[in-house]
Antibody, heavy 125, light 109 residues
Framework: QLQLQESGPGLVQPSETLSLTCTVS??????????WGWIRQPPGKGLEWIGG???????YYHPSLRGRVTISIDTSKNQFSLRLRSVTAADTAVYFC?????????????????WGQGTLVTVSS | QSALTQPASVSGSPGQSITISCTGT?????????VSWYQQHPGKAPKLMIY???SRPSGVSNRFSGSKSGNTASLTISGLQAEDEADYYC?????????FGGGTKLTVL
């Protein structure tokens, strides 16, 4: 059974960089069928897609975060990571790592079928 | 880049059917058959319930069904059960990225 597990600091200072890693077990991150990505949820609010990465390193990001976000992949460790720069209180959220079906005929991905349990990151001094 | 529009809340009694709508534009819901629905219980990760408008993943009850007409997608839950009480989110592919709805809280009376 595929499992995704987020890890990283739960508290980040304003203006610093948020860094999270997702470790995938029970399956290979080098599959040609999937993107690996991040979705966040501010406390009491809805879901916001952040971006995704293919095993080749190809990425796509939400337009509102492009410029602050970088997603990277380490196929040797079966892990992928999120870096979000210049954070503010508005970036406080539960961050989920996800697996997303890769679309063959369009640029980007389809549905999210596996989710990590989520990790709360608070931006505060 | 606006979120898809969902009603904030819906409710129904056990055994009844309810429908949650998800309205977008012809750049997202109306333009692609890549609409999916997620169920989220408090403190838990979302769970995929419907993908590609009307397909159900293995293990999801056939009480859950999806459809689409124009720029509006819908999730219908028939034979409501207490465990269906949760938040529901729609999402859609849109010109190279993904957009979510604001979420709908389903209350089973």
């Amino acid at each position: 059974q595929l499992q995704l597990q987020e890890s990283g600091p739960g508290l980040v200072q304003p203006s610093e960089t948020l860094s999270l890693t997702c470790t995938v077990s029970g399956g290979s991150i080098s599959s040609t069928s999937y993107y690996w990505g991040w979705i966040r949820q501010p406390p009491g609010k809805g879901l916001e897609w952040i971006g995704g990465i293919y095993y080749t390193g190809g990425t796509y990001y939400h337009p509102s975060l492009r410029g602050r976000v970088t997603i990277s992949i380490d196929t040797s460790k079966n892990q992928f990571s999120l870096r979000l720069r210049s954070v503010t209180a508005a970036d406080t959220a539960v961050y989920f790592c996800v697996r997303q079906l890769y679309l063959l005929t369009l640029y980007g991905g389809d549905y999210f079928d596996y989710w990590g349990q989520g990790t709360l990151v608070t931006v505060s001094s | 880049q606006s979120a898809l529009t969902q009603p904030a809340s819906v409710s129904g009694s056990p055994g009844q059917s309810i429908t949650i709508s998800c309205t977008g534009t012809n750049s997202d819901v109306g333009g692609y058959d890549y609409v999916s629905w997620y169920q989220q219980h408090p403190g838990k990760a979302p769970k995929l319930m419907i993908y590609e408008v009307s397909s159900r993943p293995s293990g999801v009850s056939n009480r859950f069904s999806g459809s689409k007409s124009g720029n509006t997608a819908s999730l219908t839950i028939s034979g409501l059960q207490a465990e269906d009480e949760a938040d529901y989110y729609c999402s859609s592919y849109t010109s190279s990225f993904v957009v979510f709805g604001g979420g709908t809280k389903l209350t089973v009376l």
